[in-house]
């Protein structure tokens, strides 16, 4: 391939899109997939988190490959799964499902998982998992009544999405904060950096 190799995002989180464009990255095409994104049967969070985002990469590619112009890109995908120790929160559609995951989130730790799955042109798949620990304050129920008013937790992991109003709830947060908002820049840059997608020197060891 000459010139600069192309990246396809395989997601259709804009959360996605603005971090990587944050960092100076702006992918050449957009191409969200769908896969069934329930866990298996007692299956753990990281495990999740790894397993799907490895599927989002592969139905990518698959899909690429029957597309002259993208076909040898460059394939970034990710996951993202919040849970409660062994338990995996929904990603929230209705809202019981929010109310319910707001109410195990209160006063209580979490942990937040993203999967990044990166698929280089000769397709060679390259991963990595990033957790950060998080604590909200307690929420009362008309906490809870307000944010689900604020609509902010449709089809966000946990049912919260820390950079608009949740953000006021987290107490503690250790880690990337990049990666509860659904792709942690340092360890994603660091990837496509690793396989000699160009990256502007300085940004690779930084964080
Ligand atoms: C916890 C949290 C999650 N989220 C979002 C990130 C993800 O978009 C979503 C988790 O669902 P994902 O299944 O990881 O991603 P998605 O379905 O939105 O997008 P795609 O599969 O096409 O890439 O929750 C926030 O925006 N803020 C937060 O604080």
Known sequence: MSGRPKLVLASGSPRRLSLL????IEPDALRPVDIDETPTKGE????????????????????????????????????TVVAVGRRILPKADLVDEASQCLRLLSGRNHRVYTAVCLVTPKENFR????????????????????YIGSGEWRGKAGGYAVQGIAGSFVVKLVGSYTNVVGLPLNESIALLGGEEFPIRAGWLNAG
């Not at 464009?21 to 100076?24: L, T």
């Not at 495990?47 to 490895?54: E, F, P, Q």
């Not at 991963?127 to 307000?146: H, M, P, S």
């Open 44 to 79: 753990l969070p990281r495990a999740c988190a790894n397993r799907l985002a490895r599927a989002k990469a592969d139905a990518a590619l698959r899909a690429l490959q029957l597309d002259d112009e993208l076909r040898g890109s460059f394939i970034l995908a990710a996951d």
């Open 127 to 146: 991963q990595r998992l990033v957790e950060t620990r998080v604590r909200f304050k307690r929420l009362t129920e008309e906490d809870i009544r307000a």
């Open 21 to 24: 464009n944050q960092a100076g």
